[in-house]
Structures are given as structure tokens and as C-alpha cells.
């Protein structure tokens, strides 16, 4: 077995404390993994699902509401650059859990603000630690399944960030009428409540002095984030990022404003608040039909198809809302295709990269892909302050998920061989 299998397929765990037992099973450390990342989208997409009561209890205006969106988003790629690569340096479970912490307790702070300031500043940091959960969880459950396994097991465990907006969304629409501050503080508690969990999985990475994709000592951020670009993975990092750029911006415009624009239409908001569940069971739905594809005819080009379709579902959403029943079916085929596609993409990244960056590289997906989604809401916003009509709004989020379908169809023929 040569080097880099090894590296792939041992379960190293350098744990010196015989006083726990760490989860080193891949089907207990999938279970964990799942849950972890269904709690993370779940406080990801809060404010979405509480947007309207938080708009009207702080007389915010649509373009103020979609900063606040920006401003957790913003917090989460700048977790995921910092954070990422310094998991590739101390561990992945370090950064887990002090991340996970941190986000528990943050998403606990939001439920006291009192001003668009207060409120922002919070989200930015729950969102900073957010992005380190996902930057670390991701390699650390991927690096205990052999390769031809992986792709599956990271697909799997990222439904649980669709399961966690379907879930959301549910509770939030049965427990709205007890204000959105109780609600934040009952997403934090669940969050710290996951700490012990996170303690108990076993750590991933060698610890020993490696060489950098770029063949020098692992170092600071610049230089794991330079490894990516590195030894022919220039344009396949370059493509990668563009598509998951276009398909953040698609996710998050949909699940941040679609509840909004709802209630709009004459919506009412308790109904309005489960456009996110049916839009992510969608997406759930899809992905799972996914694993079976790809384990056929490989991860790329199968993703690039669905988001196609999931375009054109896209673009007729805004036909929909006439009909609320008509406008949660097309929001389901949305999700299947173009959502469900998208839950591929922390695969895409752990297959691209070696051991030694990997974190390093789902920490910089993530970034870019927050880039996205901070540009999501504010271009929704602005959509929305301008009186766009449904119809035109969702023509023009088609586009980018389409531009998507390209890029990640290109990464197949890009990437090293």
C-alpha cells in the first residue's frame, strides 16, 4: 500500500488520555458528524426562518435584514479560511470543539440584542465559529472511510445541513408564537449541548512535520491556502470555487427570502416559514438519489446535470404563487436538482485535496462559497426594496445555478489525474 492510501485509509488517533474512548468507528463518527452539521444549518438559516418577527420587533428595512444575513456569512468565510488551515496544523477536533462552543454560546448572545448593530455583530461571530465546525467535521468524519467510500459518507453527512433548515423550519413554524428571542436560545443550548459529542471523536490527522502540497513545512494560512493552487490544481480549485460561488448565492438567496417574498404575496407567515422545509427536503431527496448516481458515473458530471435541471426548476418558481400548494411543489423540484446537486460539493473538495491540506481546502470552499451567500441576501434585498415581482426574481437566480452547473462540470477535465 503506498503512501498516500495509507494516509487515506489508517484510522490514526494520537489520543493520550485513556480516560475516554474515542469514536473511531466510521458508522458512529457518520452519526455524530451528521448531527453536528444538521445543528450548524439549522443556526445558519435561524434568522432566516425568524426574519419576519425580527424585522418588525427592531423596525428593520429589507436591505438591514439582508446585512444581518451578511453578517453571519461574512463571520463564517472568515472561520473557514482561519480556522480551516489551522486544523490542518493542531487537529480537527480541537477547532471542532472550541468552534462548536463558541457558536452555542454566540447564537445564545442573539436572543439579547436590542439594535441592527448589536444584532450583527453577534451573527458575525456565531458565524466565524460556524465555519470552523464545518472546516473541521468535514475531513475529520471523511479521513476514517477508505476512497471508495468517502464521496457517499461526506454526502450523507452533509444532508444533515438540509435536514437541519427542513427541521428548522418545522419547529420555528410550531413554535413561532414564542417570539424569536426564545428561539435563538433554545438553538444555542441545543449547539452546546453537542460539545460532549465532539470531545469523543477521534482525531484524523498525522501529527508529525509533513510537506506541504507545494513541498514545504505546513505554515501559516497563505501558505496551506497556496498548497491548494499548487501541483496542477490551479484551474480545478479556480472552477471548483466559481461553482460553489453561484451555488451558495442560489441557496441562500432561496432560503433567506423566499419565506419573505411569501408573505408578500399574501402568504400567511406561519405557511410562509415552511418554504425552507420543502425547499431542503427537496434537496435532501436529491442527494440521496445522488449517492447512487455517483457511485455509477463518478461525482462531477452528474452534479454539473442536476443543477442544470435545477435551474430551470428555479426559474419557475416565480410562476407559482398563486398557489401555495403549487408554489411548495416547485420549490421540492428545486431543491431536488439544484440543492441536492449542491450537497456534492464538500465531497468535491475532499476528493480534490490531499490529507495534509484538506482542511485547508473545505476551509476555502467554504469561504468562497460564504462569499456567495453574503451576496444571496443583499442582492434579494435589493431586489425586493426595488418592488421586483416573483417572476423576474427567480429568472434571475436561475442564472448563477446554471453558470454553476458549468464550472463543476469542468472540474471533472480539470482537476490532476
Request: glycine fraction near 12%; aromatic fraction near 8%; include cysteine.
Amino acid at each position: 500500500m503506498n503512501n498516500a492510501l495509507r494516509e487515506d485509509v489508517m484510522l490514526v488517533a494520537e489520543n493520550n488520555d485513556a480516560r475516554i474512548a474515542p469514536l473511531a468507528a466510521p458508522l458512529p463518527l457518520l452519526i455524530v458528524s451528521f448531527v453536528l452539521v444538521m445543528i450548524d444549518g439549522y443556526d445558519m438559516f435561524i434568522v432566516a426562518f425568524l426574519a419576519p418577527l425580527i424585522t418588525a420587533d427592531l423596525d428593520l428595512t429589507p436591505i438591514s435584514m439582508g446585512q444581518i444575513f451578511a453578517a453571519g456569512l461574512a463571520g463564517s468565510m472568515v472561520g473557514g479560511l482561519v480556522l480551516g488551515p489551522l486544523a490542518d496544523r493542531i487537529g480537527r477536533r480541537p477547532i471542532l470543539t472550541t468552534a462548536l462552543a463558541l457558536a452555542g454560546g454566540a447564537t445564545i448572545l442573539c436572543s439579547a440584542a436590542t439594535t441592527f448593530g448589536q444584532l450583527a455583530a453577534i451573527r458575525f461571530v456565531a458565524g466565524f465559529a460556524l465555519g470552523g465546525v464545518l472546516a473541521a467535521v468535514i475531513p475529520l468524519m471523511a479521513e476514517h472511510f477508505p476512497p471508495q467510500r468517502r464521496n457517499a459518507a461526506v454526502t450523507t453527512m452533509f444532508l444533515g445541513y438540509s435536514f437541519g433548515a427542513v427541521l428548522g423550519g418545522a419547529v420555528t413554524s410550531m413554535t413561532i408564537h414564542l417570539g424569536w428571542r426564545t428561539l435563538f436560545v433554545g438553538t444555542g443550548i441545543l449547539t452546546l449541548m453537542l460539545v460532549p459529542a465532539a470531545f469523543l471523536m477521534q482525531e484524523s490527522l498525522k501529527r508529525h512535520d509533513e510537506k506541504s502540497a507545494g513541498g514545504s513545512p505546513i505554515g501559516g494560512v497563505m501558505s496551506s491556502i497556496a498548497g491548494l493552487f499548487r501541483e496542477g490544481r490551479f484551474w480545478a480549485t479556480t472552477s471548483l470555487s466559481i461553482g460553489v460561488f453561484c451555488m451558495l448565492l442560489v441557496a441562500y438567496m432561496l432560503n433567506s427570502w423566499t419565506p419573505m417574498i411569501a408573505v408578500r404575496s399574501g402568504i400567511d407567515p406561519s405557511k410562509a416559514a415552511l418554504c425552507g422545509v420543502f425547499l431542503n427536503l427537496g434537496g435532501i431527496t436529491g442527494a440521496l438519489g445522488s449517492i447512487l448516481v455517483i457511485r455509477k458515473y463518478g461525482l462531477f458530471r452528474p452534479v454539473a446535470l442536476m443543477i442544470v435541471i435545477g435551474s430551470l426548476a428555479i426559474a419557475a418558481i416565480g410562476q407559482l404563487y398563486g398557489s401555495t400548494a403549487l408554489l411548495f411543489s416547485g420549490l421540492f423540484a428545486a431543491g431536488l436538482f439544484a440543492i441536492g446537486g449542491q450537497q456534492n460539493t464538500p465531497a468535491m473538495a475532499v476528493e480534490l485535496y490531499p490529507q495534509n491540506i484538506r482542511a485547508a481546502g473545505v476551509g476555502w470552499q467554504i469561504a468562497v462559497g460564504r462569499l456567495g451567500s453574503i451576496a444571496g441576501p443583499l442582492i434579494g434585498g435589493q431586489l425586493l426594496s426595488r418592488n421586483f415581482d416573483p417572476q423576474s426574481i427567480f429568472m434571475i437566480v436561475a442564472i448563477p445555478a446554471f453558470l454553476a452547473a458549468i464550472a463543476y462540470g469542468a472540474v471533472e477535465y480539470l482537476r490532476p489525474k
